[in-house]
């Protein structure tokens, strides 16, 4: 699987906007980029996901660079509620039955 | 819609005795599922998948089995649990489509002392 590059941590304060960076510079053509989270002493949640546009929904967007090595997680105002882990994935056509988590970044909200 | 049910939520268990984890998943058929495991401090570690009935592939040797006896159910078992098998356990399921997401259970927190 391709491997992802995420900071280990983030800290952000309640209402403005948060910038979650993932660097996936050995990304193949079919590769699509996933995001969850995990909220502590809970299951990862899925956030988001694209392939080459970017990509909005309820509870985040996501902007993908144009030569797609580089994805970037926007929360649009972060609330206490998102402190959590995020997970940047790569989902590969050669692995469909499986996610391979990394690290993580631990994003910190400050009221 | 889909849900996905696992328990107990929390298990201690003595070192030496069986382990049986149960996930069911509901509203949707022929899923593919998924035992993760998270050691404390730790990121998710894949155990097992499967993509139908009977079929199991393990993904790291361990003192741990898995089988699906049915369509939509997933069971983690162990004859003699380890100190080293303490963690959160995650059952999760998806569609074989990379396009898709997997979708979690609320995990079992288990103890082994």
């Known amino acids: 699987d391709a491997k992802t590059t995420q900071p280990n941590s983030m800290e952000s304060n309640e209402e403005e906007p948060v910038h979650l960076p993932c660097n996936h510079s050995?990304?193949?053509?079919?590769?699509?980029i996933h995001w969850y989270r995990q909220l502590p002493s809970q299951g990862p949640e899925y956030v988001i996901h694209?392939?080459?546009s970017n990509v909005n929904n309820r509870m985040a967007s996501l902007a993908i660079a144009e030569d797609r090595k580089s994805s970037t997680l926007i929360l649009h105002r972060a609330t206490l509620r998102d402190a959590a882990v995020y997970y940047c994935i790569l989902r590969s056509g050669g692995s469909n039955y499986k996610l391979t988590f990394g690290k993580g970044t631990l994003l910190t909200v400050n009221p | 819609s889909q849900t996905i049910h696992q328990w107990p939520a929390t298990l201690v268990q003595p070192v030496g005795s069986p382990l049986s984890l149960e996930c069911t998943v509901e509203g949707t058929s022929n899923p593919n599922l998924y035992w993760y495991r998270q050691a404390a401090g730790r990121g998710l570690q894949l155990l097992f998948y499967s993509v139908g009935i009977g079929q199991i592939s393990s993904e790291v040797p361990q003192n741990l089995s898995a089988s699906r006896p049915q369509d939509r159910q997933f069971i983690l078992s162990s004859k003699k649990l380890l100190l080293s098998d303490s963690g959160f356990y995650l059952c999760?399921?998806?569609?074989?489509?990379?396009?898709?997401?997997?979708?979690f259970g609320n995990g079992t927190r288990l103890t082994v002392t």
């Open positions: 694209g392939l080459t």
């Open positions: 999760a399921w998806g569609r074989i489509s990379y396009n898709s997401p997997l979708h």
């Open positions: 050995t990304i193949s053509g079919t590769d699509y």
